[in-house]
């Protein structure tokens, strides 16, 4: 059994909109301790030529998201699963043709930003990559058909993202703890997307990501997440505060409980607070939990 981990962003800039539809995006993207449980077992297929794929899942989610995930389970239709579509696109190219049984504990939730179906089918990719004649690049292309977060769930670093998601620079960041809250909101992605009104104009990245600036690049290597503040920051905010003003009630919970910095993730509704000490990230668990009850809370490690 291995962990299929989420991610959160520190800073997400959207500078426009492509032709193909698509949104140019700055970010960059931290792999984090809390994550599903997921394991791939090799299957003798019926057919040699028709890929098939069983999934066995414990849905530990919380509702309203609990039936986003029954909704592409085994006990849902599947054939909407990101899993499936990774495995299915991935059978032609391989070697040796197999099925694939797949047990996954889903604790990661979806529309939360952090990953959670682009994590699943990163851990697919990178199990069957060996059983392929695809380079790593050849890889990394592979997965962006899948979706455009996956490119990262195939590294081991954390990194600094660009294009669409595939474009990935390693990043060198300091370790870290945090507090990560997942309200009962979810916000969709191309929601999200589209509120944000982008331009096909190409304009150029802001001053921070032409190349991350001297003053960011130290703070990240030292774990000084406070000066991170008013330097990274997630358009999306702006977007998921004026929908759910509760929201905006959350971040400032984490700041003035102790957090050095917060942010929401990604385009989800799941926001995060950073801190550099153990009693601290007690501290601000303990304070959250309290003060924000119908939230769920829990900590992880950088």
């Given at each position: ?69 029954e909704a592409v389970s085994e006990r ?168 759910h003003p509760e929201l905006q009630a ?53």
């Amino acid at each position: 059994m291995a962990i299929s981990f989420s991610k959160i962003n520190l800073g997400l800039e959207i500078p426009y909109r492509r032709p193909d539809g698509l949104h140019e995006i700055r970010s960059i993207f931290i792999r984090t301790s809390f994550g599903d449980d997921i394991q791939f077992i090799k299957t003798p297929l019926q057919n040699p030529n028709q890929p098939e794929m069983y999934l066995i899942s414990d849905n530990q989610l919380r509702p309203p998201r609990f039936s986003l995930f029954e909704a592409v389970s085994e006990r849902g239709d599947l054939s909407k699963n990101i899993l499936w579509k990774a495995y299915e696109r991935i059978f032609p190219l391989l070697k040796e043709k197999f099925g694939l049984k797949v047990i996954l504990t889903k604790r990661i939730p979806p529309e939360g930003g952090i990953g959670g179906g682009s994590s699943n089918a990163g851990s697919l990719i990178r199990y069957l990559l060996p059983y392929t004649s695809l380079s790593n690049s050849e890889g990394i292309e592979f997965a962006k058909t899948i979706g455009a977060d996956v490119p990262f769930f195939l590294q081991d670093r954390n990194c600094l993202v660009f294009g669409i998601g595939e474009i990935l620079e390693p990043i060198d960041v300091a370790k870290g703890l945090g507090v990560l809250a997942i309200p009962g909101i979810s916000l969709s992605t191309k929601a999200m997307y589209a509120d944000l009104q982008k331009s096909l104009q190409n304009t150029l990245p802001s001053k921070i990501w032409k190349t991350l600036t001297e003053d960011v690049i130290g703070n990240l290597q030292v774990g000084e997440w406070k000066g991170l503040r008013g330097l990274l920051e997630n358009e999306f905010e702006k977007v998921a505060f004026s929908i759910h003003p509760e929201l905006q009630a959350l971040k400032l919970g984490f700041l003035q409980n102790g957090a050095e910095y917060a942010s929401l993730s990604g385009s989800g509704s799941c926001f995060y607070g950073l801190v550099q000490s153990k009693e601290s990230q007690d501290v601000l668990l303990k304070s959250m939990i309290q003060q924000f009850p119908a939230v769920d809370f829990l900590s992880f490690s950088i």
